[in-house]
C-alpha cells in the first residue's frame, strides 16, 4: 500500500501537467476532464516501470494520481476564485 502511494504521489504532479495541457487545447469537454485525468493517471501508472511493483499495482496507483490531479487542480481553482 505504502508503494502505491508512494507511487501516486511522483506521478500526480505529471498527471496534472498533462491533464492542464490537454484542457488549453480545448479538445475535450470540460465535463469529462475528471475521466481524462484518471484515465491519463492509469496510462501513467503503467509506464512506470522505474518502481518495483506489479502492474496492477501500478495501475492502481494512476487512478489514485488522477483523482489526485483532479482534486488538487479544484482546490487551487476554488482558492483563487474566492479572492
Do not use: C, H
Request: proline share 1%; aromatic share 6%.
Amino acid at each position: 500500500m505504502v508503494d502505491i502511494l508512494a507511487m501516486a504521489t511522483a506521478i500526480a504532479a505529471v498527471t496534472s501537467g498533462v491533464v492542464q495541457a490537454i484542457k488549453m487545447t480545448e479538445l475535450v469537454n470540460r465535463r469529462y476532464i475528471p475521466l481524462l485525468a484518471i484515465f491519463i493517471g492509469v496510462i501513467l501508472g503503467a509506464g512506470a516501470v522505474f518502481m518495483d511493483i506489479d502492474l496492477i499495482s501500478r495501475l492502481w496507483a494512476g487512478g489514485i494520481s488522477g483523482l489526485a490531479a483532479t482534486g488538487l487542480f479544484e482546490l487551487g481553482k476554488q482558492t483563487v476564485d474566492k479572492e
